[in-house]
């Protein structure tokens, strides 16, 4: 019988792991909205719907921000934000070099 090998993850401060999960929930939100408003272009849904739905997550998402800066404090919060900045410029770098690969000089332009 094989034994499998499980590869030890790293070891992550307790901060990094917080700010990973805000970060992805940060992105979620983005993920969502984004959607959203794809669906509203191609008319699956009502501009009505996709306007009161927005407008409930980014109450969610104020809401949680709110709740981060009396938990975090400002500091760790700034730390966030420069932690979140360097993420977000990694996956762009990430998806411009995947698109540069697959297409060549023909890069499709995203859309925002």
Known sequence: ???????????????LELFVCLHTLDSAFDRILRALNMLNATLVLSAKSVHATSASIQAIRTA???????????????????????????????????????????????QA
């Open 64 to 110: 949680v921000n709110l709740e981060l800066h009396e938990t975090l404090g400002q500091s760790s919060l700034e730390n966030f934000d420069e932690f979140s900045k360097k993420v977000r410029e990694m996956e762009s770098h990430l998806i411009a070099q995947c698109l540069a690969d697959a297409y060549g000089p023909n890069v499709p332009e995203a």
């Open 1 to 15: 019988m094989s034994t499998k090998l499980k590869p030890n993850p790293p070891q992550i401060s307790g901060e």
